[in-house]
């Protein structure tokens, strides 16, 4: 197993101990699409409570990459993705962010499927 195929594995595995629903092949198209900052600790998560981040979150991805416009709307899904890995979570990893807010803005598109 390659070491992308086990980010992957890993990721999964974290969804579904949170109960959360996973398509295989677009949680594997968006960790693809953030490189290699999936082997880099810092990068590979995201802090909950920082609200710089947060607002990075919106900008590069939710407004750059998935192409949707400012609005309260990006900050309200942002806030329920972080409600559904929980607040508490101290690993709260970036492909998965990624891809909750990919389905909440129902943008598998972009990743071709």
């Known amino acids: 197993m390659s070491k992308f195929d086990e980010k992957v594995a890993l990721y999964k595995q974290f969804m579904d101990k949170k109960n959360l629903d996973s398509n295989a092949e677009l949680l594997a198209a968006v960790t693809k699409g953030l490189g290699p900052s999936i082997y880099k600790i810092d990068a590979e998560t995201v802090s909950g409570s920082d609200a710089k981040e947060l607002e990075t979150i919106k900008n590069n991805f939710l407004i750059k990459k998935l192409g949707l416009a400012d609005s309260p709307d990006l900050d309200e899904k942002i806030n329920e993705v972080?409600?559904?890995?929980?607040?508490?979570?101290?690993?709260?990893?970036?492909?998965?962010?990624?891809?909750?807010?990919?389905?909440?803005?129902?943008?598998?598109?972009v990743y071709g499927l």
């Open 82 to 109: 972080m409600e559904a890995i929980g607040k508490s979570e101290r690993k709260k990893y970036r492909a998965v962010v990624y891809y909750l807010l990919v389905e909440k803005f129902d943008k598998a598109s």
